[in-house]
C-alpha cells in the first residue's frame, strides 16, 4: 500500500528546500554576472588608459633591441666564419709542431732510458763482481779461521787412536801440513 502521508511530508520538505535552478538563484546568478561584466569593463578601460601604451612602448623598444642584435649576430657569425679559417690553419699548425716535439720527446726519452739501462747494468756488474770477491774473501778468512781447529782436532783423535807412540808435537806438525795443503788446494779450486 502507498502512505499517502509520508510522500506528502516528502514533497512538502522539498518545496521548503531552495534548488539550484530555482527563481531566487537565478535572480542571485544575473546579479554575479551583471557585477561581472561591469568589473570586466573597467579593467579594460583602466588597462587600456595606463598600461596598453607603455606596454605597447616597450614591444616596439625590445623588438628595437632585437633586431639591432640579430644584427650584430649576423656580423658576428660573417668575423666568426673568416676567423674559422685563421683558426683551422693555426689548429694544424699546433697539431704539426706538437707531433713534432711528441717525437722529439720520445726520442730524448728513449736515449735517456738506454743510458739509465746501462748505467744500471754496469752498476749491477760491480755489485756482483764486489759481491763475489766479499764471497771469497769470507770464504778464505773461514777456512783459515777453520785450519787451526781442525788441526787441533786431527791431533787430538790421532793422540786418542795412536795413543803415545807418536809424540804430540810431531803429530800436531803433521796435522798442520796435510791441514795446509788441503786448505791450499781449496783456496786455489776458490781462485778459479
Do not use: W
Not at 158 to 164: L, M, T
Amino acid at each position: 500500500m502507498i502512505d499517502y502521508y509520508s510522500m506528502f511530508m516528502l514533497a512538502e520538505e522539498a518545496a521548503g528546500e531552495t534548488s539550484l535552478f530555482s527563481a531566487d538563484q537565478m535572480g542571485g546568478y544575473a546579479v554575479t554576472i551583471l557585477c561581472t561584466i561591469v568589473n570586466v569593463m573597467v579593467a579594460f578601460i583602466v588597462i587600456k588608459l595606463f598600461v596598453f601604451k607603455p606596454i605597447l612602448k616597450v614591444i616596439k623598444n625590445r623588438e628595437e633591441q632585437i633586431a639591432s642584435q640579430v644584427d650584430a649576430a649576423e656580423k658576428s657569425k660573417e668575423e666568426a666564419a673568416s676567423n674559422a679559417e685563421v683558426s683551422k690553419q693555426a689548429i694544424d699548425d699546433a697539431r704539426a709542431e706538437a707531433s713534432q716535439i711528441l717525437s722529439d720527446a720520445r726520442a730524448d726519452a728513449e736515449e735517456q732510458a738506454q743510458i739509465i739501462k746501462n748505467k744500471a747494468n754496469k752498476e749491477a756488474e760491480e755489485i756482483i763482481d764486489r759481491a763475489h770477491n766479499e764471497v771469497i774473501r769470507m770464504k778464505k778468512v773461514s777456512i783459515e779461521q777453520m785450519k787451526d781447529e781442525i788441526s787441533d782436532l786431527a791431533v787430538e783423535v790421532a793422540g786418542r787412536v795412536i795413543g803415545d807412540v807418536v809424540d804430540h808435537d810431531k803429530l800436531k806438525d803433521l796435522a798442520d801440513k796435510h791441514t795446509e795443503e788441503i786448505i791450499r788446494e781449496e783456496v786455489d779450486d776458490l781462485d778459479e
